[in-house]
T-cell receptor
Framework: AQSVAQPEDQVNVAEGNPLTVKCTYS??????LFWYVQYPNRGLQFLLK??????LVKGSYGFEAEFNKSQTSFHLKKPSALVSDSALYFC????????????FGAGTQVVVTP | DTAVSQTPKYLVTQMGNDKSIKCEQN?????MYWYKQDSKKFLKIMFS???????INETVPNRFSPKSPDKAHLNLHINSLELGDSAVYFC??????????????FGSGTRLTVV
């Protein structure tokens, strides 16, 4: 079955340090991959996507993500985390076989400490 | 100028009641969705509509009935509310449901609490 996994419930990082949030997807076709961020009591906001092309994609707020087909991963990264990056991050995939249905991972809570 | 707007933002109601959540998008998108976010923050699709036509109905109880009067609106009516229906319900829209090149735009959510 198609699925998206975020292996870490929570990631803790000190402000100024690099931030990585992991995401892997099940091997089945070539999904489109997305990252969304959810701040408390807010809706999800789009960060970036991978459709095709360059494996490194850049997105909003200084985030980037690297697509790795051999490892079926799409990890989110930020070189220097800010306290304001503390939020819930979701990885999502679309396999194109079910109209418009995005499959979400379970989410990873990022906590950035001053 | 909100892109996807949901009302109400908060809804507290008693078991057995019937309630509706409304969603409107002004982006000109063709496809709209309802997702449920449970207490563990897990997101699960409930329904999707493309140009007022039901596309996805993801094994949701019959007590949940979506209605799309036009492609800019997708409402969710819930009959006989149960405690387990307590969750945050998100509406979303996409420009192109069949290719999803641009992903979703989400509303800010409706927190439903059944007491």
């Amino acid at each position: 079955a198609q699925s998206v996994a975020q292996p870490e419930d929570q990631v803790n990082v000190a402000e100024g340090n690099p931030l990585t949030v992991k995401c892997t997807y099940s091997v089945s076709g070539n999904p489109y991959l997305f990252w969304y961020v959810q701040y408390p009591n807010r809706g999800l906001q789009f960060l970036l996507k991978y459709i095709t092309g360059d494996n490194l994609v850049k997105g909003s707020y200084g985030f980037e993500a690297e697509f790795n087909k051999s490892q079926t991963s799409f990890h989110l990264k930020k070189p220097s985390a800010l306290v304001s990056d503390s939020a819930l991050y979701f990885c999502a995939a679309y396999w194109g076989d079910s109209w418009g249905k995005l499959q979400f991972g379970a989410g990873t809570q990022v906590v950035v400490t001053p | 100028d909100t892109a996807v707007s949901q009302t109400p933002k908060y809804l507290v109601t008693q078991m057995g009641n019937d309630k509706s959540i409304k969603c409107e998008q002004n982006l000109g998108h063709d496809t709209m969705y309802w997702y449920k976010q449970d207490s563990k923050k897990f997101l699960k699709i409930m329904f999707s509509y493309n140009n007022k036509e039901l596309i996805i109905n993801e094994t949701v109880p019959n007590r949940f009935s979506p209605k799309s009067p036009d492609k800019a609106h997708l409402n969710l009516h819930i009959n006989s509310l149960e405690l387990g229906d307590s969750a945050v319900y998100f509406c979303a829209s996409s420009q192109d449901g069949d290719s999803l090149l641009h992903g979703y735009t989400f509303g800010s959510g409706t927190r439903l609490t059944v007491v």
